[in-house]
């Protein structure tokens, strides 16, 4: 199926598989040295690999503030991507209602517009443009391995040098593959273990350019604000996020990129887009049919790599962000 050029954006659901080989990007936590993958439960029972929808969102968020030339397009908060976000604009906190409160975030901050925030006082929150749910780790094509590495103590190395160039190369930060010259240096050394994981993930994001700029307590749009270059923004950050994925331990595991597939589901007008899970085999093809009975409302584009899923972005770049009509005062 194909987009049509231009016309009004309502949502874009984004439906994909991605397949990333030899990361970390999301960790349980840290038992003694040993760092925890995360884990989930399928509806059936089966246990798989994930990464969260907090990482995925995060990861989206510092997309739009690494693309954005003008700063000052920020609150001060957003600014410095403190996660308080519009609860340290004091032109927010110094308002006496929660509607200026709002107001006031709205047209401070793109990224406090896109990706939501929550304010103490006066006490309000916006909900975020943008959601991410968990990405699942097919069952069947997932893989985890912990790999056992030592950081060697500074100016012990020298020392140890011998010992273990007897066995092999001297190593500075390096990889154990076995545990009799890991007990034998452990003077020297700090041991730790690290997860790798390799799999295909399903994943699921949503976003509802018809929010933007949106005062969900007054329900009308902040006046002024350029709501298009907002959406484009956000579009751009799906791009440079899938084609190079920031997370939890990129310094030593930044995942290779392996495929990525799915489709992209586009409202028009007023239609809230369907999601379906890509752990489902058939998924693109059920979004299809459920595109056809809103024809015109809803359109749908598959893509089989990371190329066609920019150049679909970049092609929906040229929609107008849907504004909804509301008449303002009392209904007779
Ligand atoms: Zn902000």
Known sequence: MTISKSGWIYELAILGR????????NNEGQIGNVMEPRSLMLADGTATDGISGEMLKHIHAAAVWALEDH??????GCRVLDPMRANLNTNVTQTKTVEEATDRALSDCQLCDLHGFMVQRPTV???STIQFGWAVGLPQATHTSIHQHARHAVGERGRSAARVTQEGSPE??????????????????????????SGTYALVSLFQPWRIGLNTVTYRYVEGLDRRARY???????????????????ATRLPHLEAFEGVLVIARRNVP????????????????????????????????DIQ?????????????????????????
């Open 273 to 304: 887009v369907p999601v379906l899970s890509p752990v489902n085999e058939e998924y693109r093809s059920g979004i299809e049919r459920l595109v056809k009975t809103h024809k015109g409302a809803m359109e749908s584009l598959a893509f089989d």
């Open 125 to 127: 929150h916006r909900i």
């Open 172 to 197: 500075d930060e390096t990889d154990v593959p076995g545990t009799a010259r890991a007990v034998r240096s452990s003077a020297t050394q700090m041991l730790y273990s690290r997860p790798t994981r």
């Open 71 to 76: 700063k000052e397009k920020f609150c001060a």
């Open 232 to 250: 484009r923004l956000a579009l751009q950050a799906y791009q440079t996020m899938f084609w190079r994925t920031d997370g939890a331990m990129t």
């Open 18 to 25: 991605v397949t990333w080989s030899l990361h970390s990007l």
């Open 308 to 332: 066609g899923f920019v150049s679909a972005l970049q092609a929906l770049a040229a929609s107008e962000p849907y504004a909804l009509s509301i008449p303002v005062g009392e209904s007779e």
